[in-house]
């Protein structure tokens, strides 16, 4: 059964864009703030939302970030241009990452995002293909 | 009215003349003790009276507290001059200080988690973690404050050296700062505080000056032995905690406003490189606590001028670390902390904020508070809240009032 779509917003990321780090992820936290929804919910959703969004600044040149709230659950959904994902097993795995060093002197590139998003959420789907880019779908529910 | 807008955090509304604070969004900083001149918010403190239920009392002073008198007057003058006001025994927590940081050093080097690390002896700066960062909450440093672990151990000490119980000592902070009350009255089953009250600087201030002058005319604190170790009192330097640590890939932030701020940095990821943030609420850390009487800069020459005095600029060596040997390292010390709402009706909840977006939308956004709440937006949801009318604010009530004007014909009725 299709649930009612009470909130929808489209965020855009662009890739490289370092200085607007983690902007996208600020903004859902602060409407789910507004809302009022459980601050354990927004925690998750923000680290969710964070982790998904770093991924796109370091490694992919653009992506849209779709945000749906219904009324028990909120679903990203985050389709990037990119250059794809070669082994999805192995990028799921902690402690793995192809950051360059210049990316790890910033303190990224520690290998736990993919990782801590499927940990903080309900429901996890990622597919990609090479060369062409990544979309992820996560849920989170609400109560 | 001032402390309307000084609330870092809007939770000070005026309603009737009168100002009210909604305790659920207070972060117990004290600015608004700070800015209030007709004494409507007093600060949670106790007095003498509190205490006469112990046996033996144990005054431990912020380090702050040193730096309140004339520059000639040392720690250990005033220390024993502190015992003279009433208390069976005083201590300082210098030592402690340096024992902290000794672990606080190695915590921060074999950390492996995301950073920055925070550091968690400023109250408020947990406090506001702990309410609107919840998933900073991990970058706290889970560790003792020297207070508190000079507190435990000199009621440990007394207990044993006199033989009575714990429960009949009193172990009471000399405070700079409205906090530190709060997180003293608060017990949690995981950790509570050692101390049994705190009387702020500026109530035993008089007491303790004219006692200060007696013991400096009668000399007779030379015979008095403070174990004071002028490296500890660093800790209560703004930027002493990276310094002490002597961790150079570190930043210090004081202010209300900055550490919001800066916050908010960490939050989206921008200090990622750096290893350890060093958070006070007030400006120039503890020495600008609201229950001060010196002022803060005259404060931080005299705390220069005494680290000076000992002249030691590194842990000094040789000394036994007193408290080597304990766990000052509490995991899962500090927990998230929001009122627990009831699963809330998504549909209602976003009808609300849009009426409070158009509530928003209509309203001049000067943020004059004559309304009584501080901004704009804080107005708009008091109104959507049911609270207040729109009428309530004035430019829109001016404004219908000048359309009224404009339509009112002049002349006399029935012409």
Known sequence: MEQEILYNKIFRIVGRDFANAGTVSVKIKKILKEIGIKPEVVYRVSICCYEAEMNVIMYARFAKMDFTITSDEV???????????????????????????????????????????KNNSDEFKIESELLKGTKLYFKINLN | MACLKICPVEAIRVRSGKAKMLEEKCID???CVKICKTGSFVPLTNTFKDFSKFGYTIAIPSLALYTQFDRNIKPKTILSSLKKTGFNEVADITRACISVIRTMGRYV????????????????????????????????????????????????EASARLEIDESEIGVIYITPCPSKTVIISKKTEKYYSAFDGAIPVSEIYNTLYDAIQKTVKSRDDDFEFFDISGFGLNFARLGGL??????????????????????????????????????????????????NIENVYLARTNLHNLINYYGESRIPFGKKDKYETYNLIYENMFEPEYKDDVNIDIKKALAKRSERKKIYSELPKINCGACGSPTCKTFAEDVAEGELNINDCIIITNNILEEKLKNFEFGMPGE
Request: proline share 6%; net charge negative; with cysteine.
């Open chain 1, 75 to 117: 679903i990203i959904i985050l389709e990037d241009e990119g250059p794809g994902i070669e082994n999805i097993e192995l990028a799921m795995k902690e402690g793995f990452s192809t950051a360059t060093q210049e990316m790890r002197e910033l303190g990224f590139g520690a290998g736990l995002g993919l990782p801590n998003i």
């Open chain 2, 29 to 31: 900083c004290g600015e």
């Open chain 2, 109 to 156: 080097k074999e950390y492996k988690g995301r950073k920055p690390l925070i550091s968690s002896f400023c109250p408020t700066c947990v406090k506001i973690i702990q309410m609107r960062y919840p998933e900073l909450i991990d970058n706290l440093i889970p560790i003792i404050s020297p207070m508190e672990l000079t507190a435990k151990e000199s009621k440990r």
């Open chain 2, 242 to 291: 990276g310094f002490m640590m002597n961790c150079d890939n570190s930043i210090t932030v004081s202010g209300i406003n900055n550490v919001l701020y800066i916050l908010d940095e960490i939050e989206k990821g921008k200090l990622h490189n750096v290893d350890f943030v060093e958070m006070h609420g007030c400006t120039e850390a503890c020495l600008g606590g609201p229950m």
